[in-house]
C-alpha cells in the first residue's frame, strides 16, 4: 500500500493549495477562455496526440486560422457544421473554430453508414462538413441526401489526396487554415449553441442534444473539482472525440485545469497501462465494459507499478471494484448521467462506494420516482429524474425536437430512462434502463445485474443481456456471451456459475456465444440489435436440455 499512500498523498497537498481559475458568467464562452489561457501561458502543452505536442499558444492561433476560413466559407453565427474526424487536433481545430464565430459543432459518430449517417447532418440543418477522406466511400453513398451542404473541408490521413466530391465545394483542410490567425470580429454569448450531441442511439433513434458555452463550461467546472485536477495532471482517453465523454472529461477539464490530456487514436485494453507509464498520465477514462475487459488481461508484475491516480467513468460491476483498484493501484471516481443531464451523479472522492454512482452534484438535483412521478423511500426501484437547480446548465432539450423535449422535461424533470435506488445516506445505485429491463413471469430482472455475475467468470470477457418473448408471455432471459481468447466454457457451466449468485428467475434461458457483442465506437453495447434478433439460430436452450434450476 506504500505506493498508493504517496500517490494520492503527493496528489492531497497538491489539490489543498491549489485554486482553479474562476470565470464570471459572461466569460464563460468557451473560446474565450481557450484565448486567456493562451494568452497568460502560450508555451503550456495542453494537448498531446501521442507523440505530437501542442501549446495554448499554437491551438488558440490554429482556432483562429480555422475560424476565419470557415467564415470565408460563408458560415455564419448560429450555422450548424459537422464534423466527421478521427481523434486529431483537426477536430478540436473545427470544435472550437465554430464556437469561436459563433456556430454550432456537429460531431458524427464515424462508424454511421447510409440512413443512420446522412440523418444527423440533415436532422441538425449542417451547411458544411469537415471530414476525412477514410470515409469519403460511406458519405458518397449519401450524397443525394445531404442538399443543404455546401462546402466540405477534407483531412487526409487515408493518403490519397484531396478528390473531387461532386456536388459540393471541396478543399483540404490545409486550404481551410491558410487564412489570417487574428480573432475574428464576432460576438458570442454564454447562452449560444456551441454543440448538438447525439445520443448513442443504443435503445432507438438518436436525438441532437443541444449544448450551450455555459453548460459546457460548467460540465468541465465540475470534473476538475470532483476529479480535482491540478495543472500537474495527464489525462488520458482513447474514446472518440464524437462521444461526450471525451469532449467533457478530457477535452474541457485539460483546458480549465491548465493540466494536459493525452489522446489516442482508440481504447486498447492491452495498451493503456504501458501508454500511461509512458507519457506519465494520472487519469484514464472508462465506460461500459472497460473496467472488466482491463481486469481480464493477463496479469502482470508491473500491473501497480503505474502513475494513474484516477479511473473517471461510469458503469464499474461492484463485484470488481476493489479487485480493480487493487491491482492496478488506482482509486475508481464513478460517474452517473446522460447527455442531457451530464454527470448529475458523482461519488466523492474522498468516501465512494463500491457499486454506487455517487451523490448529487453541485448545481443538480436527482431523485428516484415511481411510474406516477412520485418520490419513492430509500432502498426502493424507481426511474432516476434530474434538474438543474443552476441557471444555463443542462441542455435546452433536443433540437428541432419539440414533442421529444417536452417528453423529456415532464414535470420539468429530466427522464433518463434509468432505473435505480438511493440508500438512507444519498448514494444512488443504477440498476438497469427502464426499456432493458427484463420481465419474466412476474419477475422484474436486471440485465446489468445479470451481465456483472455472467462477465465475472474467469472465462468471459463480457456479456450482453436482454429479454426475448416466451411463449408464456413476457419474457425469457438471453445472455450473448464473449470469451477470452484461448478460454472455453459450456453452457451449462455458465449456468452453473450463474445458480449460486443469481435468483433463479433471473438466470438465462437462452446463451449464445460469439466472437464479439455489436458496438457503436464508443465501446457501448448496442442491445436493440440483439433484441430485435430475437431468439437466434445459434441460442442454445437451458429448457431444451433439460437442465433444472435449484431454488
Known amino acids: 500500500m506504500g505506493r498508493w499512500d504517496d500517490k494520492f498523498d503527493r496528489h492531497a497537498r497538491k489539490w489543498a493549495s491549489w485554486n482553479m481559475q474562476e470565470y464570471s458568467q459572461h466569460d464563460r464562452v468557451l473560446t474565450k477562455i481557450i484565448a486567456d489561457k493562451a494568452r497568460h501561458n502560450p508555451d503550456h502543452v495542453v494537448f498531446q496526440f501521442q507523440d505530437d505536442p501542442l501549446t495554448m499558444g499554437e491551438f488558440n492561433e490554429a482556432i483562429n486560422k480555422t475560424a476565419n476560413g470557415l467564415l470565408s466559407l460563408g458560415v455564419q453565427h448560429g450555422d450548424k457544421v459537422a464534423i466527421m474526424l478521427p481523434n486529431g487536433p483537426e477536430f478540436l481545430y473545427t470544435w472550437f473554430a465554430l464556437n469561436r464565430i459563433g456556430a454550432c459543432e456537429v460531431p458524427i ?14 436532422q441538425s440543418d449542417c451547411v458544411a462538413l469537415v471530414a ?101 495532471d495527464v489525462l488520458y482517453t482513447g474514446l472518440p472525440f464524437f462521444h461526450g465523454n471525451a469532449q467533457g472529461i478530457t477535452v474541457g477539464p485539460a483546458i480549465l485545469a491548465d493540466a494536459k490530456a493525452v489522446i489516442v487514436d482508440r481504447f486498447s485494453a492491452s495498451q493503456l497501462w504501458d501508454d500511461c507509464r509512458r507519457w506519465e498520465c494520472t487519469e484514464a477514462n472508462y465506460i461500459g465494459g472497460i473496467i472488466p475487459i482491463l481486469l481480464k488481461q493477463e496479469e502482470r508484475e508491473t500491473d501497480a ?34 447527455t442531457e443531464c451530464y454527470c448529475c451523479l458523482v461519488s466523492p472522492y474522498d468516501e465512494p462506494r463500491a457499486g454506487a454512482c455517487g451523490k448529487t452534484i453541485t448545481g443538480w438535483d436527482v431523485r428516484i420516482v415511481d411510474d406516477d412521478d412520485n418520490e419513492c423511500k430509500p432502498g426502493s426501484l424507481g426511474e432516476f429524474i434530474a434538474r438543474s437547480n443552476k441557471m444555463f446548465v443542462g441542455t435546452d432539450g433536443y433540437y428541432s425536437k419539440p414533442e421529444a423535449t417536452l417528453e423529456l422535461f415532464k414535470n420539468g424533470w429530466i427522464h433518463t430512462g434509468d432505473l435505480g435506488r438511493m440508500d438512507e445516506d444519498g448514494y444512488f445505485y443504477f440498476v438497469d434502463r427502464k426499456k432493458q429491463a427484463i420481465r419474466r413471469r412476474g419477475e422484474n430482472i436486471s440485465s446489468f445485474e445479470v451481465e456483472s455475475v455472467i462477465s465475472s467468470h474467469e472465462a468471459v470477457l ?44 433471473s438466470i438465462p434461458r437462452y446463451i449464445a456465444i460469439r466472437n464479439s457483442l455489436p458496438k457503436t465506437p464508443s465501446e457501448r453495447v448496442e442491445k436493440f440489435k440483439l433484441k430485435k434478433e430475437g431468439i437466434s439460430d445459434d441460442c442454445w436452450d437451458r429448457e431444451a436440455e433439460g437442465i433444472e434450476l435449484s431454488r
Open 462 to 505: 463480457e456479456s450482453c443481456v436482454v429479454g426475448v418473448p416466451s411463449e408464456l408471455g413476457e419474457e425469457e432471459v438471453k445472455a450473448v456471451v464473449v470469451l477470452k481468447d484461448g478460454c472455453t466454457v459450456t453452457e451449462e457451466e455458465l449456468i452453473r456459475w450463474c445458480e449460486p449468485r443469481l435468483a433463479y428467475f
Open 109 to 122: 459518430n464515424v462508424a454511421l453508414k447510409g440512413q443512420g449517417l446522412s440523418y444527423q447532418m440533415t
Open 305 to 338: 507499478d503505474n502513475p494513474v491516480r484516477l479511473m473517471v467513468g461510469a458503469a464499474a460491476p461492484q463485484d470488481e471494484w476493489h479487485a480493480f483498484q487493487d491491482r492496478f493501484n488506482t482509486k475508481i471516481l464513478e460517474v452517473y448521467g446522460m
Open 132 to 232: 476525412d477522406t477514410q470515409y469519403l466511400d460511406r458519405l458518397e453513398g449519401v450524397t443525394d441526401d445531404l442538399t443543404d451542404i455546401r462546402n466540405v473541408a477534407f483531412t487526409d490521413s487515408a493518403g490519397v489526396g484531396v478528390q473531387h466530391w461532386q456536388g459540393f465545394e471541396n478543399l483540404s483542410f490545409t486550404e481551410l487554415m491558410d487564412h489570417s490567425s487574428n480573432t475574428p470580429d464576432v460576438n458570442v454569448h454564454y447562452s449560444d449553441l456551441a454543440s448538438i450531441l447525439y445520443t448513442s442511439g443504443t435503445t432507438g433513434v438518436s436525438k441532437g442534444v443541444m449544448f450551450s458555452h455555459h453548460y459546457w463550461y460548467d460540465i468541465w467546472a465540475e470534473s476538475v473539482k470532483y476529479s480535482r485536477y491540478t495543472e500537474d
